[in-house]
């Protein structure tokens, strides 16, 4: 069957496949060290602050990552993903006393670099086996892989849960460990070898991109993830257990039904943008789903302060901010696949998914920082929706000055 196939879709499935694997791992993984160090009696914060290596070093490899690809070819840097993932889960296989907070930031570290190289090499790749004329079906192929994406990670969380409960830490990490070295070596047996690797060699200050248009997208992207991490990653789950009195699985299963929903939306994002009555979005579409999302953390802080029941308020809120998140995201995704030059295409995506993580680590430290600093509960709750509403305000903004038509 898969030979019957033309090479570009065979490649874009193991590309894809590849993708998914390294996905489950990672939401797994997350879920594995937030139950596990819960269980040792850690806060919600110090779990927090396990993962800040991996935002870091998010930002460093999407910038020197996209370079590698052009230089090395992105089947190089997708399979060096892959096997640092194998090694930072073995380094969680050491014994119990060894699993201080310095080594598991250690072991998130080398998982952010992988996770990252993993993600800019399979959006990169997209651009090349898709002929420059075929927008929308380059838009189909990114919503596409985004939205499995983010609803894989979802699935893992579960995946994680179920593995803790199953097979204990060790025996969660040690069969992850194991199925992801399979899916490796088939990655370094399948993967062809030239894709992505620029004809001309960049330099290493051309990790900086010289597009305007990408650099404006780039400063989008930065706001409208900071804006949904501020409330999201601390100050929501702390929330929803703390003041709400839900529990650990009400917690866990709400957030990760949310973000596998998230992913289903992101895949069906095209159809929702226009592509389904012939129209390719550009800049205009990112501005307008821009406006629109930022209402919704304005209105979920003012019903903070109303009589509306808390709960019914987060869940209703929470879905609404997802469904436009979600058509958020997968247009810039789009976008950025678009606007990248083809010969060394992982450059300008490297440079935009620096700015991603460069968000999501601001969004971090901002959630914490505001909740704890605004008094807990609703007030700080409150605190990050204002903030969240002030960043998206900032991505509308900027969006104005991106080129508005495909």
Known sequence: MLSQLSPAIRQYLIVTGNYWAFTLTDGALRMLVVLHFHSLGYSPLDIALLFLFYEIFGVITNLVGGWLGAHLGLNRTMNIGLGLQILALGMLLVPAAMLTVPWVMAAQALSGIAKDLNKMSAKSSIKLLVPADAQGMLYKWVALLTGSKNALKGIGFFLGGALLMWLGFAGAVASMAAALLLIWIASLITLRKDL??????????????????????????????????????????????????????QTGG?????????????????????????????????????????????????????????????????????????????????????????????????????????????????????????????????????????????????????????
């Not at 960049?202 to 991109?209: E, L």
């Not at 943008?273 to 390719?280: M, Q």
């Open 254 to 406: 709400f957030l990760a039904l949310w973000v596998i929903g998230y992913g289903m939306v992101q895949a069906f994002a095209p159809r929702i943008t226009g592509k389904a009555r012939g129209r390719v979005p550009g800049g205009r579409a990112a501005l307008i789903w821009a406006a629109v999302l930022t209402a919704v953390p304005v209105l979920i802080a003012l019903g903070l302060g109303s009589p509306i029941d808390t709960a019914t308020l987060l869940i209703g809120g929470l879905l609404l901010f997802g469904v436009l998140f979600a058509i958020n995201s997968s247009l810039h995704s789009y976008l950025i696949v678009s606007l990248a030059r083809a010969d060394g295409v992982s450059l300008d995506v490297g440079f935009y998914y620096m700015a991603n993580a460069m968000g999501r680590l601001l969004g971090t430290l901002l959630s914490g920082w505001l909740f704890q600093a605004a008094g807990l509960g609703a007030s700080g709750l409150a605190a990050c929706l204002w903030v969240s509403a002030a960043l998206l305000l900032l991505t509308t903004l900027i969006s104005l000055a991106l080129p508005q038509e495909s």
């Open 196 to 249: 992505g690797k620029a004809k001309s060699k960049p330099k290493f200050r051309d990790i900086f991109s010289k597009s305007r248009a990408i650099n404006i997208l780039s400063g989008a992207r930065l706001c409208l993830f900071a804006a949904r991490d501020v409330w999201f990653v601390v100050a929501l789950p702390v929330f929803l257990s703390q003041t709400l009195g839900w529990d650990h699985w």
